[in-house]
Structure formats: structure tokens, C-alpha cells
């Protein structure tokens, strides 16, 4: 039963860092576009080109 009298302060000590940390990141805007990053991850890329490594490497042959 001593242990409890260290193991309370210490779990209410990391809550309060949990909630600090999170109330830390809404402040600072993490959770500002939550479904921005999902559709930017599927997003079709179409307008990018294929690297030139192959043309650049024909070029190079006599």
C-alpha cells in the first residue's frame, strides 16, 4: 500500500502532461484539416513527368 502513495502523484503528473501536450497541438493548429492529407495522398498526379534518366542515358551512346 506505500507504492500507491507514489504511483497516484505519478499518474496524475503524466496526465497532466498528456493534456498539456494535447491542448499544445490544438493551439498550434495540428488538428486543423484533419482530411487534407488523406486526399493529397490519392490525389491524381498526372501533370508530373517521368524522370529522364533513360533518354539521358541514350544520348550518351556513340
Do not use: H
Amino acid at each position: 500500500m506505500e507504492v500507491i502513495v507514489f504511483l497516484v502523484p505519478l499518474a496524475l503528473l503524466l496526465g497532466l502532461f498528456g493534456l498539456l501536450g494535447f491542448l499544445w497541438s490544438l493551439k498550434n493548429g495540428q488538428y486543423d484539416d484533419l482530411e487534407g492529407a488523406a486526399w493529397r495522398a490519392i490525389s491524381d498526379d498526372d501533370e508530373t513527368q517521368a524522370p529522364r534518366c533513360v533518354e539521358l542515358m541514350s544520348e550518351s551512346r556513340p
